[in-house]
């Protein structure tokens, strides 16, 4: 005869009614969910189960009008499993790991605890919900984190290209503090030791392919910008002094559906750009910004303010 696992014995066994509250929480890995039942504010069952969707959904689905919430930190595994939950019309919550409130003193970190205290803390209201994406606002906004990934990696190469020049002693063509064309240039035409000569023509042409990928990116952005029917969001965002094709891309694809956001101030708590409030008895200050959120929208926008006192006197005297 057949045994059936603990967790398949707790369900045929359990018995729910509209009255009972019950909140699952997740921990989402690639290969493995741990998963556990909160009941009426205490945790009923635990357990692990694979990554595939079909028969967590099935499960879950077992809790029947109990299940009040499925909760899970987002993390490298993404939306799928919510817009999976949710097209089984199943109430899901993704939640943000930088808003999940942690002890402050934590002698352990195991993935069974975690998803303990995301159904404990579920069932009291303490979790912060982020927006689920669509799959199409999801699309849209990889090619501007693509973009991001591309310059980081090329900054990595012309940051590697200076600290071979300092290392053989060779001294850095003018020009090359901008990279400029006429920089790269004379390193191309340096006369070095042929295994110098190898590794150099290496580093620039792994930065040509880099700037290659770069411009591919860019022109994608602006072919886009008609293609799907944003160019008025965008032609308003680049009217701003400052804001150009992919600061207004990175800006229109992270904030999506703006109407969510009630107030300015949520907005920029969203970008991490609202100052932290410190409070002791009678003394109150704002401390430095929160730098919660996306840092590279952040730092475009910062990059773009510069540009926009430089360009604004009102703004260079209010700022």
């Given at each position: ?41 205490r945790i009923a069952h635990a357990f692990r189960c694979s990554a595939d969707h079909g028969p967590l959904i099935e499960k879950l689905k077992m ?25 089984a019309s199943l109430p899901v919550q993704v939640i943000s790991p930088s808003n999940t409130p942690r002890p402050s003193k934590r002698s352990s ?211």
């Amino acid at each position: 005869m057949k045994t059936l696992a603990p967790e398949h014995k707790w369900f045929k066994q359990i018995t729910l009614s509209k009255a009972d509250q019950v909140y699952v929480g997740l921990d989402v890995h690639k290969s493995s969910i741990s998963l556990a039942i909160c009941v009426n504010d205490r945790i009923a069952h635990a357990f692990r189960c694979s990554a595939d969707h079909g028969p967590l959904i099935e499960k879950l689905k077992m809790l029947g009008t109990a299940l009040k919430m499925v909760s899970y930190e987002a993390g490298p595994t993404g939306y799928s499993l919510a817009r999976a939950l949710q097209a089984a019309s199943l109430p899901v919550q993704v939640i943000s790991p930088s808003n999940t409130p942690r002890p402050s003193k934590r002698s352990s970190k195991t993935d069974a605890l975690d998803c303990r205290q995301l159904a404990l803390y579920s069932s009291q209201g303490l979790l912060k919900p982020v927006t689920i994406p669509t799959p199409e606002e999801e699309a849209q906004r990889q090619l501007p984190r693509l973009r991001d990934q591309l310059v980081r990696k090329r900054r990595r190469v012309r940051q590697q290209i200076k600290s071979f020049l300092l290392q053989h002693g060779i001294s850095q063509p003018a020009g090359l503090s901008r990279w400029s064309c006429a920089a790269v240039i004379r390193l191309q035409e340096l006369d070095l030791h042929s295994a110098l000569r190898l590794s150099l023509d290496l580093y620039l042409e792994e930065l040509a392919h880099l700037s290659s990928l770069i411009q591919r990116v860019e022109a994608r952005l602006r072919a886009m910008t008609e293609e799907t029917g944003h160019a008025e969001a965008l032609n308003i965002l680049t009217s701003h002094p400052g804001v150009g094709l992919v600061t207004s891309w990175a800006f229109h694809t992270e904030i999506f559906r703006p109407q969510r956001f009630q107030q300015p101030g949520q907005i920029a708590s969203f970008l991490g750009l609202s100052p932290r409030l410190i409070q002791s008895g009678l003394t109150s200050r704002s401390g430095p910004i929160s730098k919660s959120g996306r840092e590279q929208l952040r730092s475009k926008l910062i990059e773009a303010s510069w540009v926009w006192i430089q360009r604004d006197p009102k703004a260079r005297r209010t700022y």
